[in-house]
């Protein structure tokens, strides 16, 4: 739940509060955005958890981003240190960099509210981009709404991106990974929100078949992607 921090009539709600990265909601412009609060890095990877689980980001405002540590925790599990030994030197110019990078943040806002006042909702569609590389997925989800007159408007809903598994898979794999997490989103959302969706559409880069892959084992796992999304 949300804590008001300056007493009673404040304009900001936070959630969680007490943490590296908030979300502050401005209850008179209806954003939400997000506050930074500096923290000293200790270069080994119980620091790197610690600042990693202290996010909460449950609409995934930042998932990009915070999908950076995550890739620098998983270069760590996959050199096998302990939890207080010091990090690679390699890791440790990148964490640095993810942390001076972070007050960036604090000038990115989204609109807290889906539906503006332009008038009868007509048509309300969701729409779910992703994608994969070698490095992790994701997912980010639209809502796009067009009123009586033909106006259009476009909503973020929520954004989701995960590591790639430590085994090395093909990039097709990893792409009908990316699709299952978008289909896996698009359930959470229809469950979730009462405004009525009428349309849903998946953009995906579908792979081709490379050296790395063969054709047939390419062309089943697009059926296997596709009927996954056909029985949403």
């Known amino acids: 739940m949300g804590q008001e ?8 709600w936070y959630f969680a509060h007490n943490r590296p990265l908030e979300v502050p909601w401005d ?14 890095p200790i270069n080994t990877r119980r620091d790197l958890l610690s600042i990693m689980s202290s996010v909460y980001d449950p609409l995934g405002l930042i998932s990009p981003i915070v999908l950076q540590a995550k ?9 096998g240190k302990g939890r207080d030994e010091p990090m690679d030197e390699s890791n440790v110019v990148k964490w640095h960099k993810w942390l001076k990078e972070l007050p960036m943040l604090e000038g990115y806002h989204v609109n807290r509210c889906f539906v503006p006042d332009f008038g009868e909702i007509k048509t309300s569609e969701l729409h779910h981009f992703a994608d994969a590389s070698q490095e992790g997925s994701g997912c980010v989800s ?10 259009v408007h476009c909503a973020f809903v929520t954004g989701e991106a995960i590591v790639a598994p430590i085994k090395t898979m093909t990039i097709p794999r990893l792409e009908l990974q990316a699709a299952v997490l978008a289909v896996k989103i698009n359930k959470a959302i229809a469950r979730e929100l009462t405004l009525k969706v009428d349309d849903t559409g ?3 880069g579908w792979p081709c078949a490379t050296s790395e892959t063969k054709q047939e084992d390419s062309g089943s ?5 596709l009927a996954r999304y056909m029985n949403v």
Not at 5 to 12: H, L, V, W
Not at 27 to 40: G, H, W, Y
């Open 202 to 204: 998946l953009t995906l």
């Open 27 to 40: 209850t008179e412009a209806v954003v939400l955005s997000i506050k930074i609060k500096k923290k000293e």
């Open 71 to 79: 890739i620098i925790m998983q270069d760590e599990c996959r050199l």
């Open 142 to 151: 639209y809502i796009r709404l067009v009123n009586h007159i033909g106006q």
């Open 221 to 225: 796992l697009l059926l296997t992607g």
């Open 5 to 12: 921090i300056t007493g009673y009539g404040s304009r900001f």
